[in-house]
């Protein structure tokens, strides 16, 4: 048991009611009831103009200071780029197309569109400028149809804002325009008039605020629809699990991109919802990138700190050798928050440590889990876990059926959260809800303490992706993939499982840099990563690894017999990774089906680590 104290919080009780269904299912509901919640986002936006019209709403670096936006402000220029919008004709059917990572300029037009009952579809800036053949941006700009399209940077994004499908939607830029554009300058100098107070006027809890475009493991992207409803209801509901939101306003220093759930609709309403400070971090857990995030952090103390595992991972080992990055990042902290992918054990504890030397006890560490489609919080941690994988129980307002299929528990979900559907796709819309309502979610999960469902929910992994050997043995993906990256610390970024229909499991590993180098301390930092990941440095940890979970005595589906490491990273174009860095197992699986053959191969592979 650990001796170390908890730090201050103010959380929920930690109930839940339990419906048993026929064959061993069950359905958990929150016994809190969903307080009102409100109209639309624009509700609040206008709540907090009024009431804190001088605290600023959004910061972002601009030269050696920050660039800030007050409530006040910002609910100004809303109502300017509103009318700018109203008058161009766009409405919904006409939404708006932002193609841009994460500014002030992308939250207020954004803000502005929805304000007035213009869907915004922020999309993945990396379709634009890291896809080789802008795919995926032309089928979302076909179906999409926008009525304008946004680009911070015109020279930037220029290649991708003339492909045919947009060559006659009308473009603005922030800067740099390219020819033909309008410039966010004239948008802000747009006088609102009557019209955008009849416009939001209109605005009811199911008009379309978002379409938020999330790809599956092979298919094109879906155009998820994300109602007022949606958003709002799911920040009244984590308001309600965690009341400390109400006792002062959450600050936070956030990259996670808003063209996904997790930043855009998670943290940045959490922000809009209880009159915060977002302070918008254009780093991100990259080599060179999360150098900026390091920067903010030195200057800004967050109340609350989100990030993905693969951001832990980079942010850890800079605020272990760091005592004054430790010490600000700490200082103001009630709570950190991981989720986008499962959290290895051994960077929980190391962020634990770290707050211990940093205070003297342990900040809370909690996570959520849900989707796109969920917008985004299906459970909520509301309660105190001693380690990684609890997911906690369902929010108020929201149903979690689970029920029995092959041999783990599917979770379904239904309440005010989900979304009514796909975006000029009834097909999948009618294929993605069960008979009862409940939009089927492909998660699986399983209570932690089968005697207390209070404890909380435990991710147990993708349905599809668990597979059987030839032996007729089930492997639980899920919960290999992480005792590998805890077993092969720190030379492991990710790792997907291989096996299906064979005799044994194997791993393709992506290699991390930084994790490699630690291991070659006479490396030099620009090494290559194909040259570290044949040290024998590396090659004998990941051995090493393999060696540990065989010796654990679980069986075949936890013995992991040949691995081989990737130089190769994973791509955006081929679905293999997202933006927030999440492997997509059945993806990489099918583009790198030659390095599975390699495994597999009846010849020994020089490259392939094997066990025996």
């Known amino acids: 048991?650990?001796?170390?104290?908890?730090?201050?919080?103010?959380?929920?009780?930690?109930?839940?009611?339990?419906?048993?269904?026929?064959?061993?299912?069950?359905?958990?509901?929150?016994?809190?009831?969903?307080?009102?919640?409100?109209?639309?986002?624009?509700?609040?936006?206008?709540?907090?103009?009024?009431?804190?019209?001088?605290?600023?709403?959004?910061?972002?670096?601009?030269?050696?200071?920050?660039?800030?936006?007050?409530?006040?402000?910002?609910?100004?220029?809303?109502?300017?780029?509103?009318?700018?919008?109203?008058?161009?004709?766009?409405?919904?059917?006409?939404?708006?197309?932002?193609?841009?990572?994460?500014?002030?300029?992308?939250?207020?037009?954004?803000?502005?569109?929805?304000?007035?009952?213009?869907?915004?579809?922020?999309?993945?800036?990396?379709?634009?400028?890291?896809?080789?053949?802008?795919?995926?941006?032309?089928?979302?700009?076909?179906?999409?149809?926008?009525?304008?399209?946004?680009?911070?940077?015109?020279?930037?994004?220029?290649?991708?804002?003339?492909?045919?499908?947009?060559?006659?939607?009308?473009?603005?830029?922030?800067?740099?325009?390219?020819?033909?554009?309008?410039?966010?300058?004239?948008?802000?100098?747009?006088?609102?008039?009557?019209?955008?107070?009849?416009?939001?006027?209109?605005?009811?809890?199911?008009?379309?605020?978002?379409?938020?475009?999330?790809?599956?493991?092979?298919?094109?992207?879906?155009?998820?629809?994300?109602?007022?409803?949606m958003l709002c209801s799911n920040q009244q509901a984590i308001r309600q699990c965690w009341p400390f939101l109400a006792e002062e306003p959450p600050v936070l220093v956030d990259w996670l991109p808003w063209n996904h759930t997790f930043g855009g609709n998670h943290n940045f309403n959490m922000v809009l919802r209880h009159g915060g400070t977002l302070y918008i971090d254009e780093g991100k857990p990259m080599p060179g990138l999360v150098d900026k995030t390091v920067a903010n952090l030195r200057e800004i103390s967050p109340t609350l700190y989100f990030n993905v595992p693969r951001g832990f991972d980079m942010l850890i080992p800079l605020l272990d050798k760091d005592d004054e990055l430790r010490a600000n990042f700490f200082r103001n902290l009630k709570l950190i928050f991981y989720a986008g992918a499962a959290l290895p054990q051994n960077l929980w504890e190391k962020l634990e440590a770290l707050s211990i030397r940093a205070l003297g006890y342990r900040v809370r560490m909690v996570s959520s889990w849900g989707s796109t489609e969920t917008s985004p919080a299906v459970t909520n941690v509301h309660f105190d876990i001693e380690g990684a994988g609890n997911i906690g129980l369902p929010v108020p307002g929201c149903e979690l059926k689970m029920i029995p299929n092959g041999g783990k528990l599917e979770l379904r979900i239904r309440g005010t959260n989900v979304t009514p559907g796909y975006y000029k796709r009834d097909d999948l819309t009618r294929a993605a809800f069960d008979e009862d309502g409940f939009y089927m979610i492909g998660d699986a999960g399983k209570l932690a303490d089968p005697n207390d469902p209070a404890k909380g929910i435990v991710f147990d992994g993708r349905v599809a992706e668990d597979f059987k050997l030839m032996s007729g043995t089930w492997v639980g993906v899920g919960a290999l993939r992480l005792a590998v990256l805890d077993a092969a610390a720190p030379i492991l970024q990710d790792a997907v499982i291989t096996g299906h229909d064979r005799e044994e499991v194997g791993l393709l590993g992506f290699a991390s840099q930084p994790g490699c180098l630690r291991l070659c301390p006479d490396a030099a930092p620009d090494t290559p990563l194909k040259d570290l990941i044949a040290r024998p440095e590396v090659r004998d940890r990941l051995a090493a690894a393999m060696k540990s979970l065989a010796a654990q005595g679980k069986g075949s589906s936890h013995r992991v017999a040949r691995a081989l490491l990737m130089a190769e990273p994973p791509s955006i174009d081929a679905n293999e990774i997202t933006d927030k860095g999440y492997i997509n197992q059945r993806a990489v699986l099918t583009k790198r089906a030659a390095q599975v053959e390699r495994l597999y191969a009846a010849n020994r592979d020089p490259e392939v680590v094997r066990l025996d």
């Open 1 to 229: 048991m650990k001796t170390n104290p908890w730090g201050p919080i103010n959380f929920a009780p930690a109930h839940v009611t339990v419906e048993n269904l026929p064959g061993g299912g069950m359905i958990l509901r929150s016994p809190d009831s969903l307080k009102p919640y409100s109209r639309c986002l624009g509700d609040l936006l206008h709540h907090w103009a009024d009431r804190t019209p001088d605290s600023v709403f959004l910061a972002q670096r601009a030269g050696d200071g920050w660039r800030r936006v007050t409530w006040k402000q910002a609910l100004a220029a809303v109502e300017s780029i509103a009318q700018g919008l109203l008058d161009r004709g766009l409405n919904r059917h006409r939404p708006v197309m932002i193609l841009s990572d994460n500014s002030i300029d992308h939250a207020l037009l954004a803000l502005a569109a929805m304000h007035v009952g213009i869907p915004a579809a922020p999309i993945s800036q990396a379709y634009s400028l890291v896809s080789q053949d802008h795919s995926k941006l032309k089928y979302i700009a076909e179906i999409l149809r926008p009525g304008l399209v946004y680009a911070a940077d015109g020279a930037r994004f220029a290649d991708a804002l003339v492909i045919p499908e947009l060559s006659r939607v009308e473009v603005v830029n922030s800067t740099n325009p390219i020819v033909g554009a309008a410039t966010f300058d004239s948008l802000l100098a747009t006088t609102p008039g009557p019209e955008v107070d009849a416009a939001f006027a209109a605005v009811r809890p199911g008009t379309i605020a978002k379409i938020l475009f999330t790809s599956g493991s092979t298919d094109l992207p879906k155009g998820v629809l994300n109602t007022q409803r």
